[in-house]
C-alpha cells in the first residue's frame, strides 16, 4: 500500500518570503501522480498543483512550485511571495493513475504579517 | 463547489442511530468517493463508487456503508453511529480518467459529532 508522509505538522513563514512543504512518499510504482491541496479555514479542499511522475520537469503554478525527486521519492512544495491569504492546511497526495487518492496528515501553514 | 453539495452540512447525533449523509452532483461524473477527515491522519477513504450500484470499499470502510443508484447521488450510511465516527466528512466527484490523473473535486464538508 502507498503511503504519504508530511513530516512538518506547522510551518510558519513571514509574509513576503518564501517557504518549502515538504512530502515524501513510498511506491512501488513507477506511473502516477503527485498533488498538493490547500484547505483554507473554510475546510474546502482546493487544487494547487499537480505533477505527473513521469515528467522530469517541475510542475509551476504562478506563485506556487514543487520539487519533485522521483528517486528520492520526495515531492515538496514552495510557496514564493507567501500572503495571508496562503494561511492554510496543506495536504499532499498520491494517485496511481487508479481510482483513490492516498493522502498526507497534512502541515499547517501560517503567514505573519 | 463545482456542482457537489453535502447534505446536512452539520449533524449531532447519539451513539447508536443511524447516519446518512447525502452527496449530490451536477457534473454527471462518473467517480463519486466519501473520505472522511481526522486530525493528523488527513484524509482517509472510505468507500467509493464508479458508477450507478458499482461501489468499492476504501481504507476505514468499517462500519460504514454506501449506495448509488442514481449518477449524480451518493449516500453514506452509519448504520448505528460510534462515537469514532465523529469526523469531517468529504464528498468528492471525478470524471472518467483518460490521461491517467484522477484529480478530484470536493465538497465543502460535512461535520457529524456523535455523543
Known amino acids: 500500500a502507498q503511503t504519504v508522509t508530511q513530516s512538518q505538522p506547522e510551518m510558519s513563514v513571514q509574509e513576503a518570503e518564501t517557504v518549502t512543504l515538504s512530502c515524501t512518499y513510498d511506491?512501488?510504482?513507477?506511473?502516477?501522480?503527485l498533488f498538493w491541496y490547500k484547505q483554507p479555514p473554510s475546510r474546502q479542499m482546493i487544487l494547487v498543483i499537480r505533477?505527473?511522475?513521469?515528467?522530469?520537469q517541475n510542475a509551476t503554478e504562478n506563485r506556487f512550485s514543487v520539487n519533485f525527486q522521483k528517486a528520492a521519492k520526495s515531492f515538496s512544495l514552495k510557496i514564493s511571495d507567501s500572503q495571508l491569504g496562503d494561511a492554510a492546511m496543506y495536504f499532499c497526495?498520491?494517485?496511481?493513475?487508479?481510482?483513490?487518492?492516498?493522502f498526507g496528515g497534512g502541515t499547517r501553514l501560517m503567514v505573519k504579517p | 463547489d463545482a456542482g457537489i453539495t453535502q447534505s446536512p452540512r452539520h449533524k449531532v447525533t447519539e451513539t447508536g442511530t443511524p447516519v446518512t449523509l447525502r452527496c449530490h452532483q451536477t457534473?454527471?461524473?462518473?467517480?463519486m468517493y466519501w473520505y472522511r477527515q481526522d486530525p493528523g491522519h488527513g484524509l482517509r477513504l472510505i468507500h467509493y463508487?464508479?458508477?450507478?450500484?458499482?461501489?468499492d470499499k476504501g481504507e476505514v470502510s468499517d462500519g460504514y456503508s454506501v449506495s448509488r443508484s442514481k449518477t449524480e447521488d451518493f449516500l453514506l450510511t452509519l448504520e448505528s453511529a460510534t462515537s469514532s465516527q465523529t469526523s469531517v466528512y468529504f464528498c468528492?466527484?471525478?470524471?472518467?480518467?483518460?490521461?491517467?490523473?484522477?484529480?478530484?473535486?470536493f465538497g465543502a464538508g460535512s461535520r457529524l459529532t456523535v455523543l
Open positions: 511506491t512501488s510504482e513507477s506511473d502516477y501522480y
Open positions: 463508487s464508479y458508477g450507478v450500484k458499482d461501489t
Open positions: 497526495a498520491y494517485n496511481n493513475a487508479g481510482n483513490m487518492l492516498t
Open positions: 468528492a466527484i471525478s470524471d472518467v480518467i483518460t490521461s491517467g490523473a484522477n484529480v478530484l473535486t
Open positions: 457534473e454527471n461524473h462518473r467517480y
Open positions: 505533477q505527473e511522475a513521469y515528467k522530469q
